[in-house]
């Protein structure tokens, strides 16, 4: 690591929010431009910078700073030029000349120690002495803490993040409880408050850290999918986790109970913990789930009977007896499920209540939870759809428990209807932020594939709603001829049942490659880049994708998005790239955003009209790399062929190449062609409805590629992870209390 000192003379670019800076230094030998994250406008610094000199094609030599420290300048002439650069509120170059003049190198030691005697200074009096004092040691302040977080290897950009949050009590707070970090900062977790912790003393058994220690793992657990963890469960991760012994885990799990940071009760004779989001988010679930269904509409189904006939006229579509079945249930209930796989005829449903509930001059809003399934019923209904978020009106939030809406209880969504598909992807919290939006009185339609892998996020909402018989439920299961001819769909219904594929016939959508272990990966590579776009006029990077169930190993995504970028997009003498973590950015990659991130600025620059601008981008979203701009460390990347969004490179840990991406990072997409890759895996990854949703992202073609007996292996293996969730319990709980009540059981 390269190391330089000088003082900072311009500032050429600052963003306020994260950090980054671009300066021109001069050292003792030299005038160079230097680009890193601080904390403050280091204009008028002398400061020591640790890094690396690189050499930018446009903009000539730079200095990329990992690490800075400030010091304060010795010489009359570098504080004179110091005190009179700005930094310091109520000196500007005159005064800062009349200070050294009477103090010379006392100067620093008089204003911070005996600020009093700044008004032997004509034009200083005792309101500007103390101003020009507090200036002065809160810019002592900031160094101190910058170089105390530095020394605890914080980088700088999260350095920024504890400044801003904490200000000059940083030290204080981080000092008493380096774990507030874990709970406070977004991206700071357990593990490096811990190690944090470490490196000052905090004890082992800390009630702090051991507090910290179990928010981490319910946390962890929340993040595969559940909102509880088994009490035993729980204490045995954590005290594997901190190394501590089990009776100071229960006796912290006791404090966070009665302190309301963590909620216990007993589910089905088994003692579950909860993290208080989710455990609040499932019972106001529950509650207004319950509410909205007990709606009296005072409508039968017979007088819904003519505006299903004025349907079936205007559109010539004959309904069967389950889709008649499906529409009517929605309009005379407060809530109603509809579930079905593939060409099951889901949206043409949802069409026809739209239409009847127009021709009652009623208000449908339409929405799904990502913006690729939401254009998608746009683009099958005609009518607008909106993300959840977007219809909720979204405010704030790094992480999905801190979600704030405009839309909410005081300001509920004014329409007569809400319409949602894709509710499989719907996870506890997203469902709890939406329905405190749905007024009493609102008809909610729920429609979704039960079948799918269900939400990335806790919860099982859309199986829990289904399996507690408490919400009327229609089920789909009838193929109509429009999608019988597909292969993909019959299928779908076939590995549904346990059966296995029907492939490889002439003219058909669905192709099994019997392949050897150690050819399939070029097999894919070369499926992608040539034989399909060739045999299919496909565009690769647009029209296909390869779905694999895993992350890791040769046929892992990781492997895979590496081989495909290498044979789809090389290096080139003028394409520009950015390497981060694991991959090599490079401009025409094919990258999707992993994390939800709801503050991110897009921007649509029209052909014709107004720029568009808003903000948001979505775990799953797959967008293009346009351009890299080296000097202002900035990815550009577009979504949606239209929505530019730009990334400083300390946030590329959002995004990942997405040549090939996982079967759960696929939900809620289609494509014209998948290709999948059929090989040995761990049987709770290797599962019949991961397999199922994979074939079903697919909308003309299906390649599999690989080796039979995998693939039965998958189709045979319907045992579903179990997900701790309670919704279904605490619904039928719900239910069958009413129940009691109107019986006068209870008295």
């Not at 205007?314 to 809530?335: F, H, M, P, Y």
Request: proline content about 3%; some cysteine.
């Amino acid at each position: 690591m390269e190391t330089l000192k000088g003082m900072i003379v311009e500032t050429i670019f600052r963003n306020d929010e994260n950090g980054y800076t671009v300066a021109v230094m001069e050292t003792e030998d030299e005038v160079i431009t230097v680009t890193g994250t601080f904390g403050t406008d280091i204009a008028g610094e002398t400061i020591i910078i640790y890094g690396k000199k690189v050499k930018h094609p446009k903009y000539g030599e730079q200095f990329q700073t990992e690490m800075y420290e400030t010091v304060l300048p010795s010489n009359i002439d570098q504080i004179e030029n110091y005190l009179g650069s700005g930094l310091i509120k109520g000196i500007g170059k005159s005064t800062a000349k009349k200070i050294v003049e009477l103090f010379k190198e006392d100067s620093f030691d008089i204003i911070q120690n005996k600020p009093e005697r700044l008004m032997e200074i004509e034009g200083i009096g005792d309101k500007k002495a103390n101003m020009i004092s507090k200036s002065f040691s809160e810019h002592a302040d900031i160094r101190e803490i910058m170089m105390f977080l530095q020394n605890h290897d914080i980088s700088t950009g999260y350095s920024v993040k504890i400044y801003k949050k904490y200000e000059k009590n940083t030290i204080k707070v981080i000092t008493e409880n380096p774990y507030k970090l874990s709970e406070d900062i977004y991206g700071i977790g357990f593990k490096l408050a811990d190690k944090i912790a470490s490196s000052i003393g905090i004890e082992k058994k800390s009630p702090y850290r051991i507090s910290s220690g179990i928010r981490y793992a319910l946390i962890e657990y929340s993040l595969r999918g559940h909102t509880y963890m088994p009490y035993d469960f729980l204490v045995n991760a954590t005290v594997s986790l901190l190394g501590i012994d089990r009776e100071s885990v229960e006796d912290e799990l006791r404090n966070m109970a009665f302190t309301e940071k963590i909620h216990i009760e007993t589910i089905n004779n088994e003692r579950a913990v909860y993290y208080i989001p989710y455990h609040t988010a499932e019972v106001n679930v529950c509650k207004d789930l319950i509410n909205l269904a007990s709606v009296d509409f005072n409508i039968t189904e017979t007088d819904i009977i003519p505006y299903l006939k004025n349907v079936e006229s205007a559109t010539s579509i004959n309904l069967s007896d389950k889709q008649n079945e499906a529409i009517v249930q929605s309009i005379i209930n407060g809530v109603t499920v509809i579930t079905g796989g593939p060409g099951t005829g889901k949206t043409t449903i949802i069409l026809s209540i739209i239409e009847i509930f127009e021709s009652m001059h009623k208000t449908v809003f339409l929405c799904a939870p990502t913006g690729r399934a939401a254009k998608r019923i746009t683009e099958s209904t005609g009518r607008d759809a909106k993300t959840i978020h977007r219809m909720l009106e979204y405010t704030y939030g790094e992480v999905d428990s801190n979600l704030s809406f405009n839309k909410d209880e005081n300001s509920p969504l004014d329409c007569d209807a809400i319409i949602i598909d894709e509710m499989s992807m719907v996870d506890i919290l997203l469902m709890n932020n939406l329905l405190k939006a749905v007024k009493k009185g609102t008809r909610l339609v729920l429609v979704g594939d039960v079948d799918q892998l269900p939400s990335v996020g806790a919860g099982n909402v859309l199986s829990d709603i289904i399996n507690s018989d408490t919400i009327k439920t229609i089920r789909l299961d009838t193929i109509f001829r429009q999608s019988a001819g597909s292969m993909i769909v019959q299928n779908a219904h076939r590995i549904n049942k346990g059966e296995m594929p029907v492939y490889n016939k002439q003219d058909a959508d669905f192709f099994f490659m019997r392949e050897d272990a150690d050819d399939i990966v070029d097999i894919i590579v070369d499926l992608y880049v040539n034989r399909l776009p060739l045999r299919y006029a496909y565009n690769p990077v647009k029209d296909i994708q390869v779905l694999s169930p895993m992350k890791k190993g040769e046929a892992g995504v990781i492997e895979l998005n590496l081989k495909l970028q290498a044979a789809i997009n090389p290096p080139a003498k003028h394409k520009k790239e950015k390497f981060f973590g694991k991959y090599i950015f490079r401009v025409g990659d094919k990258v999707m955003q992993i994390k939800n991130n709801y503050q991110a600025q897009w921007t649509i620059e029209p052909k014709q009209g107004n720029i568009v601008t808003g903000e948001g981008v979505y775990n799953g979203d797959i967008g293009f790399i346009t351009f890299i701009d080296e000097t202002e460390q900035e990815i550009y990347v577009t979504f949606d062929e239209e929505k530019e969004v730009i990334y400083p490179f300390n946030q590329l840990d959002e995004l990942i190449l997405a040549y090939a991406t996982t079967v759960h990072k696929s939900q809620g997409s289609e494509f014209p062609v998948i290709i999948m890759p059929i090989v040995w895996g761990p049987p709770m990854l290797l599962t019949r409805n991961l397999f199922y949703t994979a074939i079903t992202r697919a909308k003309n073609l299906v390649v599999l590629v690989g080796i039979e007996k995998f693939m039965q292996d998958m189709i045979s293996n319907n045992k579903i992870d179990r997900r701790y969730s309670a919704l279904n319990y605490r619904l039928e709980s719900l239910v069958a209390n009413y129940r009691m009540l109107s019986e006068g059981l209870f008295e």
